[in-house]
């Protein structure tokens, strides 16, 4: 199986920035999307950014110009960089990934989702 571990939340103060990674290990062949989802209390989990294994990026309108989403593939790291944040955008950020990993010596999809990331903005 593929695995997901995300860092680089806390408390910040409005206007601040941070820096979300997501590490995927396990026997991965290939990650053609990963994500970042972001869920607030109270609210449907939605989708803050993806990119595609060519580097083709895609925004929520809500962070669009402030957040900006990247990988590393050698690494199967995905950042999220996060500027001029407001408090609207507290929630539990979740990285997600699809791709094709190992098994018995053969390919077979995966979509997996890490544990979340607390992110707390205060004004």
């Known amino acids: 199986q593929v695995q997901l571990v995300e860092s680089g939340g806390g408390l910040v103060q409005a206007g601040g920035s941070l820096r979300l990674s997501c590490a995927a290990s396990g026997s991965i062949f290939s990650i053609n999307v990963m994500n970042w989802y972001r869920q607030a209390p109270g609210k449907q989990r939605e989708l803050v950014a993806g990119?595609?294994?060519?580097?083709?990026?895609n925004y929520a309108d809500s962070v669009r110009g402030r957040f900006t989403i990247s990988r590393d593939n050698a690494k199967n790291t995905v950042y999220l960089q996060m500027n001029s944040l407001k408090p609207e955008d507290t929630a539990v950020y979740y990285c997600?990934?699809?791709?094709?990993?190992?098994?018995?010596?053969?390919?077979?999809?995966?979509?997996?989702w890490g544990q979340g990331t607390q992110v707390t903005v205060s004004s």
């Open positions: 990119i595609t294994s060519g580097g083709t990026t």
């Open positions: 997600n990934a699809d791709g094709t990993a190992f098994y018995l010596s053969r390919n077979r999809p995966f979509d997996s």
